[in-house]
T-cell receptor
Framework: QKEVEQNSGPLSVPEGAIASLNCTYS??????FFWYRQYSGKSPELIMSIYSNGDKEDGRFTAQLNKASQYVSLLIRDSQPSDSATYLC???????????FGKGTTLSVSS | GAGVSQSPSNKVTEKGKDVELRCDPISGHTALYWYRQRLGQGLEFLIYFQGNSAPDKSGLPSDRFSAERTGESVSTLTIQRTQQEDSAVYLC????????????FGPGTRLTVL
């Protein structure tokens, strides 16, 4: 059974702090990794994708991938109340198959 | 062009009835996915269409669920003899090529089975 695990939270951080969201996956041969943000009552939207080990930065967001540890994370710098949402980690095990989503981590940023 | 569209946005039905949910992917996207999201839960994969290949139906929870796609266009998810546990938001997504590409989600159909 291929699994993607996330802490459900809620993760609470003050405005301006760094939020760190973590995800582990069970299948070592997984190839592609995605972070989606989902506001309450809305559909998911892509934040970051990462395919190789290391860090990938996009504005206030940094995705980190460590395939040896089967671990992918998302850092949000200078967190804002508008970042409050559920963050979904998704993993693609092999080409031609659908993504496997974690259950999501709820982030709450207080002003 | 426009994003992924889904209809209806809300559907209330009685237990035992059949329902059809529609998804219009982004034009030119060859891959289309259906997911189910129960209240407070993550996304549950249902079915994946990729071009003219046989669909991946491995996520369909029972034989009451089926889906079709006409070429690289519209898809319909059908749930027969609905049960209360089918109540959820049904999300459709599409991507340019395969599953490693970014998936763009539609707004979802909220299904309530009374």
């Amino acid at each position: 059974q291929k699994e993607v695990e996330q802490n459900s939270g809620p993760l609470s951080v003050p405005e301006g702090a760094i939020a760190s969201l973590n995800c582990t996956y069970s299948d070592r041969v997984s190839q592609s990794f995605f972070w989606y943000r989902q506001y309450s009552g809305k559909s998911p939207e892509l934040i970051m994708s990462i395919y190789s080990n290391g860090d990938k930065e996009d504005g206030r967001f940094t995705a980190q991938l460590n395939k040896a540890s089967q671990y992918v994370s998302l850092l949000i710098r200078d967190s804002q109340p508008s970042d409050s949402a559920t963050y979904l980690c998704a993993v693609n095990v092999q080409a031609g198959t659908a993504l496997i989503f974690g259950k999501g981590t709820t982030l709450s940023v207080s002003s | 062009g426009a994003g992924v569209s889904q209809s209806p946005s809300n559907k209330v039905t009685e237990k035992g009835k059949d329902v059809e949910l529609r998804c219009d992917p982004i034009s030119g996207h060859t891959a289309l996915y259906w997911y189910r999201q129960r209240l407070g839960q993550g996304l549950e994969f249902l079915i994946y269409f990729q071009g003219n290949s046989a669909p991946d139906k491995s996520g369909l929870p029972s034989d009451r669920f089926s889906a079709e796609r006409t070429g690289e266009s519209v898809s319909t998810l059908t749930i027969q003899r609905t049960q209360q546990e089918d109540s959820a938001v049904y999300l459709c997504a599409s991507s340019v090529g395969g599953a490693t590409d970014t998936q763009y989600f539609g707004p979802g159909t909220r299904l309530t089975v009374l």
